[in-house]
């Protein structure tokens, strides 16, 4: 049996026999003094306390094998041992659970909670679910007011009010950091406020399974995991499920607005939009990677084995990370992409990719563990600011890749009934070109965009496949 092995083995039977209490921190308080007893004597080392792990370890060994190795060797595959047996003795309570994830889409996404729409009693009921669970993992939990005013008829100027909510699970370590895991909840209802991009769709349930039912059950599980495991991190944990984001990042904005005055220190916050989805090619979006120097190492570190990352650096884009960027604060934002059902009555939990859904969670709690070890994360402000967003007059009825270097603006889908659909242009296709104005990503798409006006008519340069086409548009 190989020397490390035999260490290995040696200290369960240790623990076993009740000789030694095992602990996470004992595992790497050991670890930390190697380098000082490198080179000590045996009879240094005997002075060691009785409780010293790796002195039971070392000692043991040797009276097994009965025989003279150099101390520097016996220490050296004894970290060997400790690194192999902390491996073995992973935490299960770090496991992501199928289940977890499932059984509370599922229930987000019923028609019971009648598509989440902010303000709505159905969005009352998906906020007190949220709340018993982030309670019953233990943490600070509330469920916190707020209210927003919006234009129902965006030919009127009559505003309406709407009373929403935000829930709130904060777990303390007592760190001096904080990281925060959010994702919005809210959805489309019946379409009250005319944010559904099939035609007609007034009065039908919008269940919003990907969008957001997807991160909502991540972020629950999240919070099951890093208030449940063994290991006590180095930084604190507000988990945020938001409202009022499909009537533009409402909930988000309000509580960004805030936090910094009330949690310590919050160095980092990850957005989880969408993610259940995830295609056949493992095709991942994440933005934000420009607001931290620390993000692509980290990221491009922990990435799954297939993953196809398209890694956008601006801090800005139409989900509820926005509103910490614009906070100072370093955010990352996971995406598995637009389709066809988005914000459409078809968006159900049947669709959803579970393993993906997994994959994914797993990613960000990867992720969200490696920012622990930072006290601090830098901040950079990303090119694309809120000031150089252009306002547009038309629509093409496409929705748009966030991915950026791409080399044009790939299509996710297409909106039955407008100019893109009326011209042909299909999912897949990407677009390069609107008239003379070139197009490469989302960004410069707006900017393109913003030079027409009804009843303007456009060529657009579209690449499918092998092949490049142009087609006429009508807006």
């Not at 933005?287 to 890694?311: D, H, N, R, Y």
Request: hydrophobic content about 35%.
């Amino acid at each position: 049996m190989a020397v490390v092995q035999e260490i290995t083995l040696l200290m369960p039977i240790i623990m076993d026999k009740g000789k030694l209490s095992m602990k996470e921190a004992e595992v790497g308080n050991t670890i930390s003094m190697i380098k000082e007893i490198r080179y000590m004597s045996l009879k240094e080392i005997n002075i060691l306390p009785k409780s010293n792990l790796l002195k039971r370890l070392l000692f043991l060994y040797l009276q097994k094998n009965r025989r003279k190795m150099k101390l520097t060797k016996i220490i050296t595959l004894g970290v060997v041992g400790l690194s192999v047996f902390a491996a073995a003795q992973q935490d299960k309570k770090e496991k992501i659970s199928d289940k977890n994830l499932k059984k509370n889409l599922y229930f987000l996404a019923s028609y019971k909670l009648e598509g989440r729409l902010a303000g709505s009693e159905s969005e009352k009921k998906s906020a007190q679910f949220l709340y018993k669970n982030l309670k019953s993992y233990g943490l600070k939990s509330e469920i916190v007011p707020f209210e927003y005013t919006i234009r129902l008829d965006k030919n009127s100027e009559i505003l309406t009010k709407i009373f929403s909510r935000n829930v709130v699970g904060y777990l303390d370590n007592g760190a001096k950091q904080t990281i925060i895991i959010g994702a919005h909840y809210d959805h489309l209802g019946y379409n009250e406020h005319h944010n559904s991009t099939m035609p007609e769709a007034t009065g039908q349930i919008h269940n919003g399974a990907d969008d957001n039912a997807s991160g909502v059950s991540a972020v629950l599980e999240l919070a099951r995991i890093f208030s449940q495991n063994k290991t006590k991190e180095n930084a604190n944990f507000i988990f945020v499920l938001f409202s009022g984001e499909e009537d533009g990042l409402m909930g988000s904005k309000y509580f960004a607005e805030g936090v910094k005055s009330k949690y310590p220190n919050p160095i980092a916050m990850i957005n989880l939009d969408m993610v259940g989805r995830l295609d056949n090619h493992k095709n991942l979006t994440i933005g934000g990677i420009g607001t931290s120097p620390l993000f692509q190492k980290i990221v491009e570190k922990f990435k799954p084995e297939g993953m196809q990352l398209a890694l956008d650096n601006a801090g800005q884009g139409p989900s509820d990370h926005t509103s910490f960027y614009l906070q100072d604060i370093p955010v990352l934002f996971f995406f598995t992409g637009i389709h066809p059902d988005y914000h459409k009555p078809t968006d159900d939990a049947q669709k959803i990719n579970y393993e993906g859904l997994k994959i994914i969670t797993k990613y960000v709690f990867d992720v969200a563990k490696e920012l622990t070890y930072f006290p601090q994360v830098p901040f950079t402000k990303t090119t694309i600011q809120k000031e150089q967003m252009p306002e547009w007059r038309v629509s093409m009825g496409v929705m748009p890749s966030l991915a950026t270097g791409t080399n044009g603006m790939k299509i996710e889908g297409v909106t039955e009934g407008k100019p893109a659909y009326k011209a042909g242009i299909m999912q897949g296709d990407i677009l390069k070109k609107l008239d003379d104005c070139t197009v490469e990503d989302i960004y410069s798409y707006t900017k393109c965009l913003s030079k027409y006006k009804a009843k303007d008519t456009a060529e657009a340069t579209i690449q499918r496949g092998d092949k490049i086409i142009i087609v006429k548009l009508q807006f």
